[in-house]
């Protein structure tokens, strides 16, 4: 009845423009919706389209995680040393940026947005915005290393696409394959994922992956990648990302936000992926989630092995942004736990 009420509320348009919900439990798929909706590709718009099991979608930010796991990936292999090198160690062509409180700028400073940049991502309309600017940019790597610091690295959260960017240029020159090739060959084939695309940077002719926004996936690859998360990098047996490195990114490393936005409520930032706290069932959970615009998100709780992956097409439309944790909350959790109980 709360999952027919959750569809009724979609459909009458409450929470509108939901793509696809995937629900699992204890690793079984539990439930899984599609709908038609409002959608756009690469900035185009595509019209009211239909979306099923086998349709690319954007995934926006949520392709942040997603460089975090190649970036263990390649720690695991050796690859990257660790990630208290200095970023410099990987660009040193770039050696004249390499002042001052710059040079104190490290690959773990990346992955928590705390590298220090002046960095401007609030208003995406705004053709000023650094992520605008990254993307058109000939050279997106010495954009984001050229830009002045605001603060010393490890002290501040700043939402930065560059520093997504920065983290997938370190992945191909440490193991000498562009991003996309790189998670191909060792995320994405051994979670038997192939259907995927990585779109490229805006700037004329280039073949630079977009670090912080460009993947597109399936609802059930994006539900794969969650699980793994879940099941502490093992897939089918295999470990695929070193489990390590899933606990450390699934750690608070920095307060992200104190509460004061509406929007966002009070939480924390692993390596690329948002934290956060909730009361499920009177008790304190911890629930991390890849946070992507238009609604993309992959919940993971781990104290009760629930995933759930969100798509849909609200892009750019902050009213809605809560709207994936809402339905979490007000169906899928209760759901969940009437299933449970009945079945005792």
């Not at 394959?177 to 051994?190: C, G, H, R, T």
């Not at 794969?224 to 099941?231: A, C, E, R, S, V």
């Amino acid at each position: 009845m709360t999952i027919r009420a959750m569809e009724a509320a979609i459909g009458a348009g409450t929470f509108p423009n939901i793509h696809s919900i995937l629900i699992s439990r204890n690793g079984k798929v539990l439930y899984e919706q599609y709908w038609i909706g409002q959608d756009a590709k690469e900035g185009k718009d595509l019209g009211v389209i239909p979306h099923g099991p086998d349709s690319l979608h954007s995934t926006q930010s949520i392709s942040k995680s997603i460089v975090s796991a190649c970036i263990g990936i390649a720690l695991g292999q050796g690859k990257i040393k660790s990630i208290n090198e200095n970023i410099f160690n990987f660009f040193p062509e770039y050696i004249e940026q390499d002042t001052g409180i710059k040079g104190e700028i490290t690959i773990k400073h990346l992955l928590t947005m705390t590298a220090g940049f002046r960095w401007n991502e609030e208003d995406y309309s705004n053709p000023a915005n650094d992520e605008n600017q990254l993307s058109m940019a000939s050279n997106p790597d010495i954009y984001v290393l050229s830009r002045p610091m605001a603060f010393p690295p490890g002290k501040v959260f700043t939402y930065n696409g560059g520093a997504t960017q920065l983290l997938a240029a370190i992945i191909k020159r440490s193991t000498g394959k562009p991003l996309n090739v790189f998670a191909n060959e060792y995320l994405f084939a051994p979670l038997g994922i192939y259907n995927f695309k990585w779109t490229t940077t805006k700037a004329h002719n280039s073949t630079i992956p977009d670090a912080f926004s460009g993947l597109y996936l399936t609802s059930r690859d994006l539900l794969k990648f969650g699980l793994l998360y879940m099941n502490d990098g093992i897939h089918k047996s295999k470990q695929i990302i070193p489990t390590h490195w899933v606990k450390a990114s699934l750690t608070p490393h920095i307060l992200a936000d104190d509460g004061t936005d509406p929007e966002l409520g009070r939480s924390e930032y692993g390596f690329q992926w948002w934290l956060f706290n909730d009361s499920i069932l009177n008790k304190v959970t911890p629930i991390a989630a890849c946070i992507g615009s238009g609604g993309q998100r992959i919940f993971i709780d781990k104290v009760n092995k629930i995933v759930v992956v969100f798509t849909g097409g609200n892009y750019r439309k902050p009213g809605t942004y809560l709207n994936p944790y809402h339905i979490l909350k007000q169906f899928i959790y209760p759901a969940l736990f009437i299933r449970a109980d009945r079945e005792k």
